[in-house]
């Protein structure tokens, strides 16, 4: 048999008229053919008929537990239109209305659907009747060329209106989560056939097996058995064709419906009722930490975790509504509701459903999801719209640090953030430099003010010339295969001007920034040595910035590139310290050479004694470890010389110079030796000391240590 609706679909309700009219013809058909089921009692060939109609719907196929959902075919077919062609109507839709009783106690079906199941059967063996009666086909008996002709059309006439009407009443008479009152959508009954394309080669298939099993039935009882061949080919060929829908439509994982289910659901059953203003609301539900549980505590565990949302998504879910694992920690839900404050009340619902405590591999691991609504028609009418305005929500969400968002119009970036995507994308492929471009913030000793280090700093400009935050390039590509070419890009021409300045005779420490997807690369060390190599730069000249969120987000693996890293020679400096959550832990791990001290505590020297004292400790934990320490966002003489007073080794920042091209560099290392130098022969005049003064370039001094 092969059911026309999918395991993990809404479950039907139907417009109250048509089943009614429907099983009512049916119970008539039924009554003004009684009469010849005494007359087909008499035949023997008309039991056996009977009994293995019966035994087939025995051993029908049930792929779905519990309730049966949609029509069904079923093998006993074959027989009951057998018993059509020769021994007419009334008996035939006896027969089948009992293998329809059949199915339906074996399937748990409710009466009334097995009722409308019966009364399908009745009303398409009522067409195939009427095409026989005029056709008036008689193949049991010696017939001329003529006679064979005609009754070859009429029985395949029969058979074809049969498979038609059938297939029309099932698509007329099944609605998925539609109230009464609602109609198709335009263009959803095509689809429908379309859909019923399957099933009616296995109801032709059947009904075409038929004259031959009369005829053979009629000729000797003894060849009966043999059409059981072909009939389990015409099951088996039934029950893949099942197996593949459902597949299709099915997470193999989880067992709710896929991305494919959703978008189906909301295609051909909700989109009328968009034209009324009806709904319905889409909800994105994403878990929260999921990558941390599948990566410490492996994919079986992962795997885990998600059939256990699965389980509380489907005891959570409001009457009526569809649930969808899209992908990896994704689920969609599609609620039959307009109303966006009944949709948030659902949205909650179904949050405080999922959430909670889960015991896996003996840990008990907290779940959490942000959920994002979306309700049409006022967030959008098709389908691909109102899943990227929940996504958003979903992300409004987690970015609010709250349970359940709601699209909010005008927050809709992501045309705006796949332009920009494209854009630097089609930069760095062209080398197109006057978009995107590297420049350099210099790094001063702070007690010497001689400039020993550069940070190599993104700079883009958009199509109109307008410079754009690199925290905005960064947020949009920095979880795309578009980040490893940037840092690329970036490494590439930091390495190479650092060459360039070694060769004029300027030896400057370069820093690059690399991101949390940079440091979990396997080619990111073999590429910088080949730089190195290429551009004969030591790597003791060069240094990556690594975050400690970077860190953070998976330890092991990014130890991993860390060691190689130090392996390599090159330097490593923990950035923005102090922002994260395990500083210490870090500092005693990761052989780092130097750390940065983030603006936010620098800015507020002067001002606050807080962070006055987090700097001055920071300063004195990083000089007790034999770490240089930067301090960022420098920007008033006064807060230099408390930095210079508590140690700090380097300064960066505005009161130097901000990030400028590569060019300018030599003039401000010159700059800042001759200001250095004249400093110290004030010094010197004053206490009548010799003058030594640095040198102008020295790698060493910048990881001296004050």
Not at 8 to 32: E, K, N
Not at 234 to 247: C, F, G, P, Y
Request: hydrophobic share 50%; net charge neutral.
């Amino acid at each position: 048999m092969t059911p026309l609706a999918v395991s993990g679909l809404p479950l039907i309700r139907r417009p109250a008229m048509v089943p009614a009219v429907l099983t009512l013809t049916g119970v008539v058909l039924a009554a003004l053919t009684l009469a010849q089921v005494p007359l087909a009692m008499e035949k023997a060939p008309f039991w056996v008929m009977a009994f293995l109609a019966l035994a087939a719907a025995t051993v029908t196929y049930l792929p779905a537990t519990g309730k049966a959902l949609g029509a069904v075919i079923s093998p006993s077919l074959v027989f009951t239109f057998a018993i059509l062609l020769c021994w007419d109507l009334g008996p035939a839709i006896v027969v089948q209305t009992l293998a329809v009783a059949v199915i339906a106690v074996r399937a748990r079906q409710p009466w009334r659907d097995a009722a409308l199941s019966a009364a399908r059967y009745a009303v398409a063996f009522g067409a195939a009747y009427l095409v026989l009666l005029v056709g008036e086909p008689n193949p049991f008996h010696t017939v001329n060329m003529a006679d064979l002709v005609n009754d070859t059309v009429a029985v395949a006439g029969a058979a074809l209106v049969f498979v038609a009407v059938y297939g029309w009443l099932v698509t007329v008479t099944q609605r998925r989560t539609a109230p009464a009152g609602r109609g198709l959508p335009p263009g959803s009954l095509r689809e429908r056939l379309l859909a019923m394309r399957d099933p009616a080669v296995h109801l032709g298939a059947l009904t075409m097996l038929s004259p031959v099993l009369a005829v053979t039935g009629h000729v000797s009882l003894g060849f009966v058995p043999l059409v059981i061949m072909p009939l389990y080919a015409v099951e088996r060929m039934a029950r893949l064709s099942t197996e593949r829908q459902r597949a299709a439509l099915t997470d193999p994982l989880t067992g709710l419906g896929n991305r494919a289910s959703l978008q189906s659901a909301y295609t051909e059953t909700l989109a009328e009722p968009l034209r009324q203003g009806q709904g319905p609301t889409l909800l994105l539900l994403d878990l929260d930490g999921f990558k941390y549980v599948n990566d410490s505590l492996g994919h079986e565990t992962g795997d885990q975790l998600l059939t256990a949302v699965a389980e509380r998504l489907r005891g959570g879910l409001p009457a009526g509504a569809l649930v969808a694992r899209l992908g990896g920690d994704e689920f969609g839900v599609l609620l039959d509701e307009a109303d966006a404050d009944r949709a948030l009340q659902a949205a909650q619902r179904i949050s405080a459903a999922v959430n909670g405590p889960v015991r896996l591999s003996g840990l008990e691991v907290e779940v959490t999801a942000a959920v994002g609504v979306a309700v049409s028609p006022q967030h959008g009418e098709d389908f691909a719209t109102l899943m990227r305005h929940a996504d958003i929500a979903m992300y409004e969400a987690k970015r609010d640090n709250v349970c359940v968002a709601l699209y909010r119009p005008g927050t809709d970036r992501h045309p705006q953030r796949l332009a920009l995507l494209d854009q630097v994308r089609h930069a760095i492929v062209t080398e197109d430099r006057t978009r995107i471009a590297v420049h350099y913030q210099p790094q001063a000793d702070l007690a010497t003010g001689r400039i020993v280090g550069v940070e190599a700093l993104l700079r883009w400009t958009d199509p109109t010339g307008r410079p754009v935050s690199p925290a905005t390039v960064i947020s949009v590509i920095e979880h795309t295969p578009v980040m490893h070419q940037l840092t690329d890009r970036i490494i590439d021409d930091a390495v190479a001007q650092a060459g360039r300045w070694r060769a004029a005779g300027l030896d400057l420490r370069t820093s690059v920034n690399v991101s949390i997807r940079d440091l979990f690369r396997d080619d990111l060390v073999e590429r910088l040595r080949d730089r190195l190599n290429e551009h004969r730069v030591p790597a003791r000249m060069v240094q990556l910035e690594i975050t400690e969120s970077a860190l953070m987000a998976d330890p092991a693996r990014a130890m991993r590139t860390i060691d190689q890293l130090r392996d390599l020679g090159v330097g490593l400096a923990l950035d923005d310290f102090g922002t994260g959550f395990s500083s210490l832990q870090h500092l005693r791990m990761i052989p780092l050479d130097e750390i940065k001290i983030d603006r936010s505590f620098v800015a507020g020297m002067t001002s606050d004694q807080h962070d006055s004292a987090i700097v001055s400790s920071v300063i004195a934990l990083a000089g007790t470890l034999g770490l240089r320490t930067v301090a960022e966002g420098i920007e008033d003489a006064q807060t230099r010389r408390q930095l210079r007073d508590a140690g700090c080794s380097l300064m960066q920042g505005y009161l130097l110079s901000p990030a400028v091209p590569a060019e300018r560099i030599p003039d401000l290392v010159a700059a800042a030796a001759a200001k250095s130098s004249a400093a110290l022969s004030e010094l010197a005049t004053q206490h009548r000391l010799p003058v030594t003064p640095a040198p102008a370039h020295y790698p060493e001094q910048a990881g001296a240590r004050c």
